[in-house]
């Protein structure tokens, strides 16, 4: 049985910082999506011209009855489409958006993610119904109304009003009858956003042009609609006992003994067995590496990258000796608060792994690495609207390297799970063939087995890696043949997984 103790140790090393690009302005958004709203200024009135800065939240004042939730939503929407933030960073500062009931809290999540998701229909169904296209920050009143009443069902006089009310509390009082006008005929409309080509509209070329290569055209249709339907969430437990519960409690799937996938909604904290520490939130693909290192029970592993700390717990509770190496102080932290929430220890170290030089070697390195994350796209629907151009320029080179350095802390026999959550190959597939083809190669594949694999057998490749896609993981209920659209306990986070050993 794992001892746990009261509260991790925090062990800082120097942080050493990554040279990084500057960061770039907001990026120009490009036809059939919003207009970039710098070219917007000759319009008068309007939330972003009262606040030129990208950085500062955007805040409305209250106009009538217009709802809280409305504005948040707007508000966290705002910064997500039109000044490229991330979606998580926009909805954690947004100070009106914490005062909401639990609810109201799910309904603005559920509505920007929707937006999110579908931003390039929404915004082509739009292009018909208006005459000239508004300033950015209008249109995306416009768009948030069609994903109301097309996506959310959401009852057509509340949609229409609560639009209305953006509309004038935003500076557009001119343009309340267009959108009301407009959205009354979005609400007879007719279309299907389920289609796959319809669909596709909303991927990035380059990211859609990288899975066609990569997995053909067909294959990319047929995932899809799980990439785009909102997912379930997992825990990962500890204890198989609470987990069996949890499961029957909450009418959940049992994915295995350790996790399940609850169809719970609202904010996790409020959820019981938080606050106890029985569980943590990870994706059952994001739990896999993991388990692929077998018996775990005394041995000396390390977690790069660690935070938030998912596979970090997964280490402890199956008795390892860990060290969790982080690069950002600040997440750092947030590892450090979340191990303690489930009464676990490590040893944190706070430092850049291309410089980090631990004391002894290691019966295995778990190397998650920085990635475009395209494959998380099913709980993050900003990384849609990202150019990874940059992302793939550098980050494979940086992966090739991280990986050799975690190979040089392996005792002789030890082992090397890599994983990237991107559903791009450069970051898979082509990182490993450079560590174990030709004249560097540095290391051999440890072939994943169809039994270790388990519900993911299927996405084994020949040479015994694992690409997970985003519908690779299907409910028990549910037959391998079906043809049915996705099942709500369908879908996965995209990943790829190797596992090696130093040569």
């Not at 005394?298 to 860990?322: E, L, N, S």
């Not at 087995?449 to 299927?458: I, K």
Request: net charge positive.
């Amino acid at each position: 049985m794992t001892k746990f103790s009261d509260k991790p140790t925090l062990s800082l090393a120097k942080p050493v910082k990554i040279k990084a690009k500057k960061p770039k302005g907001p990026r120009k958004i490009k036809a059939g999506t919003l207009r970039d709203p710098k070219k917007d200024r000759q319009d008068k009135g309007g939330a972003f011209h009262k606040d030129k800065s990208s950085n500062k939240p955007i805040r409305l004042e209250r106009v009538h009855n217009l709802p809280a939730n409305r504005m948040a939503a707007y508000e966290v929407a705002a910064l997500v489409v039109l000044h490229d933030h991330y979606l998580d960073k926009a909805l954690a500062e947004n100070d009106r958006l914490q005062e909401l009931y639990a609810s109201d809290r799910q309904f603005v999540r559920l509505l920007v993610t929707s937006l999110l998701r579908h931003h390039r229909q929404l915004s082509e169904l739009l292009d018909g119904y208006v005459q000239r296209t508004p300033p950015a920050d209008a249109m995306l009143i416009l768009m948030m109304g069609a994903a109301q009443l097309l996506i959310l069902k959401t009852p057509t006089h509340a949609a229409l009003s609560t639009s209305v009310d953006l509309m004038r509390a935003a500076g557009f009082e001119h343009m309340t009858g267009m959108t009301n006008a407009v959205l009354r005929k979005v609400a007879q409309a007719s279309v299907n956003f389920k289609d796959p080509a319809s669909l596709a509209l909303n991927i990035e070329p380059q990211i859609l042009k990288g899975w066609h290569k990569a997995y053909g055209k067909e294959r990319t249709n047929a995932f899809l609609p799980t990439l785009f339907s909102t997912p379930k969430i997992d825990l990962t437990f500890a204890d198989a006992s609470k987990a069996k519960a949890m499961a029957e409690k909450v009418e959940g799937t049992l994915i295995s003994d350790l996790i399940v996938r609850a169809p719970l909604g609202g904010n996790v904290t409020e959820w019981e067995g938080f606050k106890e520490g029985h569980w943590w939130v990870q994706d059952v693909a994001a739990s896999l590496p993991v388990s692929l290192l077998g018996d775990l029970q005394d041995k000396r592993v390390i977690d790069m990258c660690a935070a938030p700390g998912g596979k970090t717990a997964q280490f402890i509770a199956g008795g390892a000796k860990v060290t969790a190496l982080e690069i950002d102080p600040k997440r750092a932290n947030r590892l450090s608060t979340n191990l303690s929430r489930l009464k676990m220890s490590c040893v944190i170290e706070v430092a850049d792994a291309l410089d980090y030089t631990p004391e002894g070697k290691f019966d295995a390195v778990l190397l998650d690495a920085p990635c475009s994350a395209t494959g998380t796209i099913r709980k993050r629907p900003d990384v849609m609207r990202k150019d990874i151009s940059d992302d793939l320029a550098l980050l494979p080179d940086m992966q090739k390297q991280m990986a050799r350095r975690a190979l040089s802390w392996l005792n002789r026999d030890g082992t090397l799970l890599y994983a990237t959550c991107s559903l791009q190959p450069e970051e898979g597939e082509e990182v490993i063939e450079a560590l174990t083809t030709g004249p560097r190669a540095v290391a051999r594949i440890m072939p994943i087995t169809p039994d270790e694999a388990g519900p993911f057998a299927e996405a084994l490749l020949e040479n015994g890696t694992l690409r997970l896609l985003p519908d690779s993981y299907r409910a028990p209920e549910l037959a391998s043949d079906s043809t049915e659209e996705p099942h709500s306990s369908d879908g996965n986070d995209g990943f790829f997984i190797a596992r090696l050993q130093r040569i």
